[in-house]
């Protein structure tokens, strides 16, 4: 600890860092982090509890059903009444999921999140008003580039084991190939098959931007904007539908939110793995509009 500004406990970001990946949830909970920025000016991180599902309890292409809390920061993003897209909680506030799923549709009345959902439709479903639709300003529907957007709710969640937020991973993170992480969705399960009733997931394999760019996959299209997860041989993938969903990695019991469903030839094809928005790229955009939109606290 480095001292004390303005009633609050002052850390250096490292041991804020630490603190949020610090097994003691009491720690977690309690305190906001500061630093100070050579403009004199303060930089807040704040430290919520994130990235954990209650014990539990007991397509996607290739998926299974998946059960209540075992993905609690899931939410589907409904537009005049259909689900279009998934998405992640990151805060009370805020979702995150893919530009391509909002771009145009700027309009946060026509958007309802359900939140807490296995199946749908459901009758008395937890669904929340759209304050506000942001998606990368870099994002243009020719490319495949910057492919982040962000919701923001009218009114707070409440965590309940069932409607959970997901960690953000940290700066500069890499994976290892071969790394298994879990993506979900009310996605078709065959290519051009019907939304899934019932939110579908799986299990699936890092891959690196090395082989996903190899001649016979993604010829080069690949960039450090995106991530490859799946199989090379094909049968397990995310599908139309499961776009802005999570990629969500489990790290020393907790879940972060490595990437955002975004695209792929087809679904579940031989060499054609499903492509995710790589979230260590667009987190200083998503704390910039956060921050922009709730203040620095
Ligand atoms: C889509 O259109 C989509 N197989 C999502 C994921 C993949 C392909 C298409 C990856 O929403």
């Given at each position: 600890?480095?001292?004390?500004?303005?009633?609050?406990?002052?850390?250096?970001?490292?041991?804020?860092?630490?603190?949020r990946?610090s097994?003691?949830?009491?720690?977690?909970?309690?305190?906001?982090?500061?630093?100070?920025?050579n403009?004199?000016?303060?930089?807040?991180?704040k430290?919520?509890?994130?990235?954990?599902?209650?014990?539990?309890l007991?397509?996607?292409?290739?998926g299974n059903?998946?059960?209540?809390?075992?993905?609690?920061?899931?939410?589907?993003?409904?537009?005049?009444?259909?689900?279009?897209?998934?998405g992640?909680?990151?805060?009370?506030?805020?979702?995150v999921t893919?530009?391509?799923?909002?771009?145009?549709?700027a309009?946060?009345?026509l958007?309802?999140?359900?939140?807490?959902?296995?199946?749908?439709p459901?009758?008395?479903?937890?669904?929340l008003?759209?304050?506000?639709?942001?998606?990368?300003?870099?994002?243009?529907?020719?490319?495949?580039?910057?492919?982040?957007?962000l919701?923001?709710?009218?009114?707070?969640?409440?965590?309940n084991?069932?409607?959970?937020?997901?960690?953000?991973?940290?700066?500069?993170e890499?994976?290892d190939?071969?790394?298994m992480c879990?993506?979900?969705?009310w996605g078709?399960?065959?290519?051009k098959?019907?939304?899934?009733?019932v939110?579908?997931?799986a299990?699936?394999?890092?891959?690196s931007?090395?082989?996903?760019?190899?001649?016979?996959?993604y010829?080069?299209?690949?960039?450090?904007?995106?991530?490859?997860?799946?199989y090379?041989?094909g049968?397990?993938?995310?599908?139309?539908?499961d776009?802005?969903?999570p990629?969500?990695?489990?790290?020393?019991s907790?879940?972060?939110?490595?990437g955002?469903?975004?695209w792929?030839?087809?679904?579940?094809?031989?060499n054609?793995p499903?492509?995710?928005?790589?979230?260590?790229?667009?987190?200083?955009?998503?704390?910039?509009?956060?921050e922009?939109?709730?203040?620095?606290?």
């Open positions: 600890m480095d001292g004390r500004t303005d009633g609050w406990p002052v850390f250096k970001l490292e041991v804020c860092s630490a603190m990946s097994g003691n949830a009491h720690i977690r909970k309690q305190f906001s982090c500061k630093a100070r920025c403009s004199g000016k303060v930089t807040t991180l430290c919520l509890e994130c990235g954990s599902r209650p014990k539990h007991t397509r996607i292409v290739g059903i998946s059960q209540p809390g075992q993905f609690p920061w899931q939410v589907s993003l409904h537009f005049s009444s259909e689900h279009i897209c998934g992640s909680i990151i805060t009370s506030r805020w979702i893919a530009a391509h799923c909002v771009f145009g549709f309009d946060p009345s958007w309802v999140v359900h939140v807490g959902e296995i199946e749908q459901v009758h008395g479903a937890l669904s008003a759209v304050a506000q639709i942001i998606h990368h300003a870099r994002y243009h529907p020719k490319g495949l580039d910057y492919d982040v957007a919701v923001k709710l009218t009114k707070h969640l409440v965590f084991g069932l409607v959970e937020p997901i960690c953000l991973p940290n700066y500069g890499e994976y190939e071969g790394t879990w993506i979900s969705g078709a399960t065959e290519d098959g019907e939304t899934s009733v939110l579908q997931s299990m699936v394999p890092l891959l931007t090395k082989t996903c760019n190899q001649p016979q996959v010829q080069g299209f690949i960039s450090p904007w995106m991530i490859c997860a799946g090379l041989g049968g397990t993938d995310s599908c139309q539908g776009s802005g969903g990629l969500a990695c489990e790290d020393s907790l879940w972060k939110l490595v955002t469903t975004s792929g030839i087809g679904c579940a094809i031989r054609k499903g492509v995710y928005t790589r979230i260590t790229q667009s987190l200083h955009w998503i704390r910039q509009q956060m922009r939109e709730d203040g620095p606290n």
